[in-house]
């Protein structure tokens, strides 16, 4: 344990009215801390007249007392210990509740304020043409089908909720190149066939298969790794000539 200092935990999942933790070891509900340096695991008990949590080191007179948390938080001052020793070994930290860190929150959400403030930045700077390959890289939409404004909506709420996600889309040197093959299967000129399992060229000269698709992929995977082959290179430039 560290410097003394007021604590609060919270739990995991919602804020209930009152939820009480168990506070004592039983055979439904154990509680048990394992000590390395001792190679054995100690019993856990919360009583409010001991100086320690491990049931080794207690007297034989034992006050229990409930730990309740209220609206989901439970503040324990620096002038309980004990408590704070016994939620630091409880088995349930870290799963049904876990110490609240504001420093360390506080550099989270500004973290996260930072990405957001700098995927908005981003996005005012993107073209049309960008906004588009967003559309079909992030969406698996045709851009052709909405109008400027709806994509520019789209990508920017994309954006403001996922700004993680929309950077590295941005900075992703196979945007462009992810967005032609979307452009080939929009325009016909590549079709899945056969349940989604096969890929097939659609072109005035060409109607052949291209691919099997392999389990677990997608027609647009399977295309896109057709076109990084050498076998691939030919028809990317005959696709490429059909779109300009």
């Known amino acids: 344990m560290s410097t003394p200092k007021e604590r609060v935990y919270k739990l995991i999942q919602g804020s209930p009215l009152s939820y009480t933790l168990s506070s004592r070891?039983?055979?439904?509900?154990?509680?048990?801390?394992?000590?390395?340096?001792?190679?054995?695991?100690?019993?856990?008990?919360?009583?409010?007249?001991?100086?320690?949590?491990?049931?080794?080191?207690?007297?034989?007179?034992?006050?229990?007392?409930?730990?309740?948390?209220?609206?989901?938080?439970l503040v324990v001052p620096k002038n309980n210990p004990v408590l704070q020793q016994f939620l630091h070994y409880h088995p349930m930290r870290d799963r049904v509740f876990y110490e609240v860190d504001l420093v360390k929150d506080a550099q989270k959400e500004m973290e996260e304020l930072d990405l957001e403030s700098d995927a908005m930045i981003a996005v005012r700077k993107l073209s049309i043409e960008?906004?588009?390959?967003?559309?079909?890289?992030?969406?698996?939409?045709?851009?052709?089908?909405?109008?400027?404004?709806?994509?520019?909506?789209?990508?920017?709420v994309f954006a403001k909720n996922n700004p993680k996600d929309f950077l590295a889309a941005i900075n992703d040197p196979e945007l462009s190149f992810q967005s032609k093959v979307r452009v080939f299967f929009d325009k016909g000129l590549l079709s899945p066939r056969n349940s989604n399992k096969e890929v097939w060229f659609n072109t005035p000269g060409n109607k052949k298969k291209m691919a099997s698709v392999a389990f677990n992929n997608s027609p647009f995977d399977t295309a896109i790794a057709y076109f990084k082959s050498e076998e691939g290179v030919e028809s990317l430039k005959a696709l490429e000539s059909l779109i300009q």
Do not use: W
Not at 34 to 59: G, H, I, P, V, W
């Open 25 to 73: 070891n039983t055979e439904s509900s154990p509680l048990m801390h394992f000590d390395e340096t001792k190679n054995s695991n100690r019993t856990l008990r919360y009583a409010t007249n001991q100086k320690s949590c491990f049931e080794d080191e207690q007297d034989g007179n034992i006050l229990l007392s409930p730990i309740v948390f209220v609206d989901g938080l």
């Open 130 to 156: 960008e906004v588009e390959m967003l559309t079909r890289t992030l969406f698996g939409k045709d851009p052709e089908r909405e109008d400027t404004a709806v994509l520019m909506r789209n990508v920017k």
